[in-house]
Nanobody, 123 residues
Framework: VQLQAFGGGLVQAGGSLRLSCAAS????????MGWFRRAPGKEREFVAA????????YYADSVKGRFTISSVNTMNTLYLQMNSLKPEDTAVYYC?????????????????WGQGTLVTVSS
């Protein structure tokens, strides 16, 4: 599967952005789909994931209640709605696909990655 993330940009603290990830080659329902981010000087970290059926979602504690992951299988697209953004959310955001059904927070489990889209939150 090939993944392409887009939708990043500059937003003020408290604002919202929606990231999209378009998949081609195989449908998103074939994988556990996730969003990760890497802030300047930090390791890539888990943000959110959604199960193949779309029935289960998982979030990092730092974004729980503010971010929502979703997918539309008919459009083969993954989304990350980000609300109440904070300066510490500034990072390059990546979408990714994995075969795992359990280790969904583990970076190394994801075999396919999009190119990343930059989100900058100003204070």
């Amino acid at each position: 599967v090939q993944l392409q993330a887009f939708g990043g940009g500059l937003v003020q603290a408290g604002g919202s952005l929606r990231l999209s990830c378009a998949a081609s080659g195989r449908t998103v329902s074939s994988y556990t789909m996730g969003w990760f981010r890497r802030a300047p000087g930090k390791e890539r970290e888990f943000v959110a994931a959604i199960s193949r059926s779309g029935g289960s979602t998982y979030y990092a504690d730092s974004v729980k209640g503010r971010f929502t992951i979703s997918s539309v299988n008919t459009m083969n697209t993954l989304y990350l709605q980000m609300n109440s953004l904070k300066p510490e959310d500034t990072a390059v955001y990546y979408c990714a696909a994995a075969f795992t059904k359990t280790r969904i927070r583990v970076v190394e489990e994801y075999a396919y990655w999009g190119q990343g889209t930059l989100v900058t939150v100003s204070s």
